[in-house]
């Protein structure tokens, strides 16, 4: 079984938690830039964690045999706070950078509007730079504030088919699909989704455009949730097939919208040291 | 070996191993890099740069760093140009930065870049900062930990450049590679087998002997 899991803060987590993602079918992941749970004083501790999406976590990654591709953006929480928005004016220097495969996580946290000012911004920069976006959908409030982020949405320059809501759950599902964007489903130990609740919302809305993530982060949370949702979808009768759909060619397809996925890291003990060869004298 | 490899080797390798796609938009792009005057700014930087950093997925991973090095020499990029290109790069970006001192910059200026480099944990940045531009310009001390660092994560010592040269003769070295070993053994753990090669090159040349 492979998997992909399009939204997980490995950050956050440790080495144990890379090893065991590998065993458990995991073979690639996207890191979204998020908040860091202390609230950031500054751009240059923003640039810093850019910097480490996009150099020391890839690195973390390939030893365990894991590709890993990024989001970058300044978040809705932190969007709120005027010592951090300079971020967004130093956003397009990241967004050409080849391990970038979608500006996020944008949406909203408590529907301001500096927050609304951050998400029209940002998915204006996703359109510049041909990416695609990955919304998140705010923890309060959240179907007022589905409402507010396709009205934003639909108002950009970015097509709403190159839209990942993430966050979504019973009372959301219905409208962001029948908007025409990819649905995200974070599935969490206590709260967002259960296992269970996932396999009967892919038996009401069927698997197109719907992907599954750990949100795995500094909280509460599971790194291997999407292996457990692919055993729960297998023992409530899906096939073999809709999971490899869910869990691995539905993200390969949204975030291949970038045009920037490369998914081939060498199985961990083989990787390299050397780089391009022919710069060390051998062809 | 690990002379600094010409840059028209680097080239015709490239040209050869491209697909027809990738061949013409490093075409593109050299052209955009050679046409380059000045330095832009943070909002608008040279398109070249953008070349820079979009090379991985135009080329593919395998051949992204010597595109990257050749972008650079065609660009002329100064020291100033190739430590932001450095600071703001991702670290296959700055693993080509590195890789294109030895081209572009004939003194010591480049040394915070592989000092940098040789601070992280990140072995491919290790293994690309102990090339030809550290063995000309890094001095004892540091080399000598370059060496040591490399022993310690696993980079193979092949990577380090003029190993013999510079290796031969440095008691200090040899001291150091003694101790490394001593704990290793202590701890139970072996000795690298890269430890020994090192330690057999830091001993001095056999006098030679006078024909009678």
Redesign the interface.
């Known amino acids: 079984m492979r998997i992909f899991d399009p939204h997980i803060h490995m950050t956050s987590r440790t080495t144990d938690d890379y090893q065991a993602m590998y065993a458990a079918g995991v073979r690639a992941l996207v890191e979204p830039a998020f908040w860091l749970g202390q609230p950031r004083t500054s751009p240059a501790s923003f640039f810093d964690y850019f910097d480490a999406l996009l150099g020391w976590e890839p690195f973390r990654a390939a030893q365990y045999g894991i590709a890993h591709h990024c989001t970058i953006a300044l978040n809705p929480k932190e969007a709120n706070d005027p010592r951090c928005t300079p971020v967004i004016d130093a956003l397009p220097r990241y967004l050409v950078k080849d391990n970038v495969v979608a500006v996020g996580e944008i949406g909203y946290d408590s529907m301001t509007p500096a927050e609304d000012t951050a998400l029209a911004a940002q998915l204006q920069l996703a359109a510049d730079h041909e990416l695609p976006a990955l919304v998140h959908t705010p923890h309060r409030d959240k179907l007022a504030g589905l409402r507010r982020t396709l009205d934003v949405v639909r108002e950009s320059a970015l097509p709403v088919d190159r839209v990942l809501i993430d966050h979504l759950n019973e009372t959301t599902v219905k409208e962001a699909k029948d908007a025409g964007s990819w649905l995200g489903f974070s599935v969490y130990p206590d709260t967002k989704m259960d296992e269970d609740r996932m396999v009967e919302i892919l038996r009401t809305y069927g698997p197109e455009k719907v992907l599954v993530n750990s949100a795995a982060d500094w909280g509460r949370s599971d790194p291997l949730k999407t292996r457990l949702v692919a055993d729960a979808m297998l023992a409530g009768g899906f096939t073999e097939d809709d999971v490899d759909r869910v869990l691995w060619r539905n993200p390969v397809a949204f975030y291949g919208l970038s045009g920037r996925l490369q998914l081939d890291v060498p199985a961990p003990e083989s990787a390299t040291h050397e780089g391009n060869s022919i710069l060390r004298g051998g062809a | 070996?690990?002379?600094p490899?010409s840059l028209t080797?680097?080239r015709a390798?490239l040209d050869t191993a491209l697909s027809g796609a990738a061949r013409a938009w490093l075409d593109q792009a050299l052209a955009e890099a050679a046409a380059a005057t000045g330095h832009g700014d943070?909002?608008n930087?040279p398109v070249w740069e953008?070349r820079f950093?979009?090379?991985?997925?135009r080329t593919g991973?395998?051949?992204?760093?010597?595109a990257r090095?050749v972008l650079l020499h065609a660009a002329r990029a100064d020291t100033g140009t190739l430590a932001r290109l450095y600071a703001?790069g991702?670290?296959?970006e700055?693993?080509a930065v590195l890789?294109a001192l030895p081209h572009l910059v004939p003194g010591p200026e480049g040394l915070p870049l592989v000092e940098d480099a040789l601070r992280?944990n990140?072995?491919?940045l290790?293994?690309?900062a102990v090339?030809p531009y550290a063995a000309e310009h890094l001095p004892a001390h540091a080399w000598r930990h370059s060496v040591l660092k490399c022993l310690f994560t696993?980079?193979?010592v092949d990577?380090v450049a003029e190993l013999w040269r510079r290796a031969h003769g440095d008691t200090e070295l040899a001291r150091m590679l003694g101790d490394f070993a001593q704990e290793r053994t202590a701890a139970g753990r072996p000795v690298p087998d890269d430890l020994q090669r090192v330690l057999a090159l830091t001993a001095p040349a056999p006098p030679t002997v006078k024909e009678s």
Request: glycine content about 8%.
């Open positions: 070996m690990n002379q490899t080797a680097v390798h943070e909002k930087p953008l950093a979009e090379a991985g997925r991973q395998e051949h992204a760093d010597a090095v703001e991702t670290a296959a700055r693993r890789h992280t990140d072995t491919r290790v293994a690309a090339g696993g980079v193979p990577a």
